[in-house]
């Protein structure tokens, strides 16, 4: 009895198969796109580039010319944008802010400053402030503000000085290149970036939402920091009213 012939093995995987053709491979993975169509690298401790991405939406998707290429790039992204006008007033507004401080710092940066800095260079434009007024006035905080001044005024940007009239209080003022400064670049913020911010709004619309604004700030402002009370007892003054 003549011996037979081996078997044949199974193939490995790529290898030719008895027609000589290559055994289909699998396609690798598609790599998850970012934000601006870049490849999102796995963050420590283990989240997918997925979550990756949508962390860093809130600041990406601000613009609309960032829309098309985050919504390229992440599937849940483009559920974030469709659902935008369902978004509260305040996430919305953090958005725009969001957004704005940090075109404002990029474009500081070359001067040493941050958008805080940028800001108490403008209001100080309008003459001497005391460190309590500055922090009401920029929306930075007096510890914060404190720092800040110190390292403007070893900069040359600002002066400081007891109040004669009340030793406990401190008067910040513009030193000249502080002023100067100011005076060369507070255009690019009061007009550039609102223009960025206005376009295709018509002058009516624009006057009318600064006065929405001011509204907002003035609810704020009488809610005495405690909103959820404030809008409790009007709740009841119109149930009582009624």
């Not at 193939?11 to 970012?34: E, H, N, W, Y």
């Not at 009516?204 to 402002?221: G, Y």
Request: hydrophobic share 40%; with cysteine; aromatic share 4%.
């Amino acid at each position: 009895m003549g011996a037979r012939p081996d078997r044949p093995g199974p193939v490995p995987q790529g290898a030719a198969g008895v027609d000589g053709a290559d055994r289909p491979q699998p396609d690798p993975p598609r790599p998850v796109l970012g934000v601006c169509g870049r490849q999102a690298r796995r963050p420590r401790g283990g989240k997918s580039p997925e979550l990756l991405a949508e962390s860093i939406l809130a600041v990406a998707t601000t613009f609309g010319q960032n829309k098309a290429k985050i919504n390229a790039g992440s599937t849940r992204g483009g559920e974030f944008m469709a659902k935008v006008e369902d978004r509260s007033i305040p996430f919305l507004m953090h958005l725009i802010v969001g957004r704005v401080e940090a075109l404002v710092n990029h474009w500081a940066r070359p001067l040493g400053l941050r958008i805080e800095g940028v800001r108490v260079l403008f209001r100080l434009l309008t003459g001497d402030r005391t460190v309590n007024e500055l922090a009401r006035l920029t929306g930075v905080e007096l510890s914060t503000l404190s720092r800040l001044l110190t390292r403007m005024e070893a900069r040359g940007f600002i002066t400081r000085r007891r109040d004669a009239a009340d030793g406990r209080s401190v008067i910040v003022s513009l030193a000249p290149s502080g002023r100067k400064l100011a005076l060369r670049h507070q255009p690019v913020y009061f007009k550039d970036y609102e223009a960025i911010l206005m376009k295709g709004f018509n002058p009516d619309d624009a006057r009318r939402f600064r006065e929405l604004l001011v509204r907002m700030l003035d609810n704020l402002e009488q809610s005495g920091g405690d909103p959820i009370s404030a809008l409790r007892a009007d709740d009841e003054e119109r149930r009582v009213s009624a």
